[in-house]
């Protein structure tokens, strides 16, 4: 009975591809969005994903995110230096600063300080130059998605000469960095070159990057930081969570993207359910007829059930598909560098589509469990 | 008995005969319109028996299709028993009445209702894989009905690539295709001209009709009267008739 079951779903052309593109659309437009909007939030951490050796973030206690810090004196750094449990501890510099482009475009920056000696604060990865161009004086490494920012017109970046706040800066280096929430070029320099970069005022240094002696927890080291220097520590996680959690706090993206992926979910149930209806109204003088002949209301659900379950299966590859379509043709676009589908969201999507279709499922099989056999004499 | 001996009231008392393939007794039903009740049938009783084509006739609103829904098992009597094949259906449970049907009763429907999505084998294998039957052999089954009732070369078609007439045999194939004991047809030639429904009712004494199985046809078409073994006029949710053959002031 399943496989006419599945074959009265697949012989109504019209509504069986109507239903796979109300669960493929509203799959899409749940998982798509969702992972726009992870990603998305995820940027907010991109400074800490940056300095991926960090292991503990040091700052002034009212620092909140990489973006939003205050400065603090120089001196912090050796008082972190000398809490027990820290390996090392290196100053970082976070500042904004303003670019002339060759063609005389104004274009805002963030300038990274990174450690003089050990380059602590870098990307991991270099997409062209060595870490070590840093060294050469007035040098900067950009980040990837920055070029495309001030180079659109697909100028070479290496070897380029910037006017950094009124200094000179040679770009040395290219950086794979993952984007800030605002996909701002960042310049990433000594932190001593840095100093110069930006205005000067007493205290200049955002951040203290530390790391912890062997045997020792981060979660531990940071709050022997805390306590000894009353400064604030949090752990590269922890600091991470905090950038996320600035994002959703403090903009009205959860809302936005909550309201479309709500869309997404109604708009499924809307066309699913309008059409799964029609499809089994449609065919009610056969559910009759198979009552009659005796076919039980348990096997007519089941054979529900399964064209509920097929369209769903189909439909909800589809959406998954569409999405992983989406990212690959946008992959080359700076906004959607490094965008992945964590796989929490398909689940999410999952359980939508199989929610979707036991509303409308439930709502359309009523009337078929309601007919009376008796009907297909009348 | 009258000249067109008819038997009214003589079967109407009494318990049931052995031999009856349906024995009904004070079927009463009431349908609820409204604040109203109407009663649709009023006490009938009436054997069906096996081995003949039995015409259940009447005007539209006689009663006719509640009289065959309730003898068939598919709509419960307000009042009264009945027993098919010895079996008092309406003293079952819900599942077991679903499950004597499937295996005991064939319908044909007066719109044939065959699934328009799968080809005529399968709909006529429909009853057979209703009873768990594998497809494939219950598909090899209905194909050999199908030629018996020579559309064997249009099995493989769907519904729509087929003519009234096919789709009919189409019908008759999946009422038989189960062997079952009880055959009920609903105005099986209502769609069709006079001579085809003469060949399809012709056909159907020649598959339908054996000793142990009785079969029922619910008919306005007085084009067919002749061909009844046996006759039975409902006229207001009453028997006015029950012969061989209609009387002439029927």
């Known amino acids: 009975m399943l496989w006419i079951a599945i074959r009265m779903l697949t012989g109504d052309a019209q509504k069986f591809y109507g239903l796979l593109f109300g669960i493929g659309f509203s799959t899409l437009l749940i998982t798509q969005q969702m992972t726009i909007f992870i990603n998305l939030i995820e940027r907010g951490a991109s400074g800490v994903f940056n300095a991926p050796e960090a292991q503990v973030w040091v700052m002034d206690p009212v620092s909140r995110t990489t973006d939003v810090s205050f400065p603090m004196p120089a001196t912090a750094l050796d008082k972190v230096r000398s809490v027990e449990g820290v390996e090392w501890a290196v100053p970082h510099l976070r500042a904004a600063a303003n670019v002339r482009t060759k063609e005389g475009d104004l274009e805002g920056v963030a300038v990274i300080g990174v450690d003089d000696a050990t380059l602590i604060g870098l990307p991991k990865r270099m997409v062209a130059g060595d870490k070590t161009v840093l060294f050469a004086p007035d040098s900067v490494v950009i980040d990837d998605v920055g070029t495309t920012r001030l180079f659109s017109d697909g100028g070479q970046a290496l070897g380029e000469r910037l006017e950094l706040n009124d200094q000179r800066a040679v770009i040395r280096g290219i950086a794979d960095a993952i984007p800030s929430f605002t996909s701002q070029v960042v310049l990433y320099t000594r932190y001593s070159n840095a100093l110069n970069y930006v205005p000067g005022t007493r205290n200049r240094m955002t ?124 992959g080359g676009n700076p906004f959607f560098k490094g965008f992945y589908i964590p796989w929490q969201i398909p689940l999410i999507s999952l359980a939508a589509v199989v929610v979707i279709l036991a509303i409308t499922g439930f709502i359309a099989i009523r009337s078929v469990l309601k007919t009376e056999p008796a009907a297909v004499f009348r | 008995m009258n000249a067109a001996g008819s038997i009214v009231g003589t079967r109407a008392i009494g318990g049931c005969d052995p031999e009856a393939a349906i024995c009904a007794r004070g079927i009463v039903r009431d349908f609820e319109a409204g604040q109203s009740t109407i009663r649709v049938l009023h006490g ?194 009453r028997i006015t008739h029950d012969g061989t053959a209609m009387p002439d002031d029927h």
Do not use: W
């Not at chain 1, 979660?219 to 805390?226: K, N, P, S």
């Not at chain 1, 869309?263 to 559910?287: E, H, M, P, Y």
């Open chain 2, 44 to 237: 009938i009783d009436c054997d069906i028996r096996p081995g003949e084509m039995t015409y259940i006739v009447g005007e539209s609103g006689s009663g006719k299709t509640t009289l065959i829904s309730i003898m068939c098992g598919i709509l419960y009597p307000t009042a009264g028993e009945v027993r098919v094949f010895g079996t008092d259906i309406y003293k079952l449970s819900d599942s077991d009445l679903v499950r004597f049907r499937l295996h005991n009763i064939g319908f044909i429907f007066q719109q044939y209702n065959l699934i328009p999505s799968i080809d005529a084998a399968a709909n006529a294998a429909v009853p057979l894989i209703a009873q768990g039957v594998p497809r494939e052999e219950a598909r090899e089954r209905a194909k050999v009905l199908l030629e018996r009732l020579n559309i064997g070369d249009q099995a493989d078609k769907l519904p729509r690539q087929l003519s009234g007439g096919q789709q009919q045999r189409v019908a008759i194939a999946r009422a038989l295709v189960h062997a079952p004991r009880l055959v009920v047809c609903d105005e099986p030639t209502a769609a069709l001209d006079a001579s085809s429904g003469r060949r399809v009712m012709d056909l159907l004494r020649e598959v339908a009709i054996a000793p142990d199985r009785a079969c029922i046809i619910v008919t306005h078409d007085n084009r067919i009267f002749d061909l009844a073994d046996r006759i039975i006029a409902l006229e207001d949710g």
């Open chain 1, 207 to 330: 951040f203290v990057l530390a790391g912890v002696r062997e045997g020792e927890s981060p979660q531990a080291v940071a709050a022997r930081i805390e306590k000894e220097t009353g400064l604030k520590a949090q752990t590269h996680d922890e600091f991470a969570r905090a950038g996320i959690n600035f994002i959703i706090e403090n903009t009205g993206i959860p809302t936005n993207f909550g309201i479309t992926v709500f869309l997404g979910f109604v708009v499924g149930v809307a066309i699913v359910g309008l059409t799964f209806s029609l499809f089994l109204r449609d065919n009610i003088k056969q559910f009759g007829a198979l009552k009659a002949i005796g076919v039980t209301n348990g096997k007519i659900v089941q054979m529900v059930a399964v064209q509920a379950g097929l369209v769903g299966l189909i439909g909800y590859a589809l959406g998954v598909v569409g999405t992983v379509l989406f990212l690959k043709a946008f």
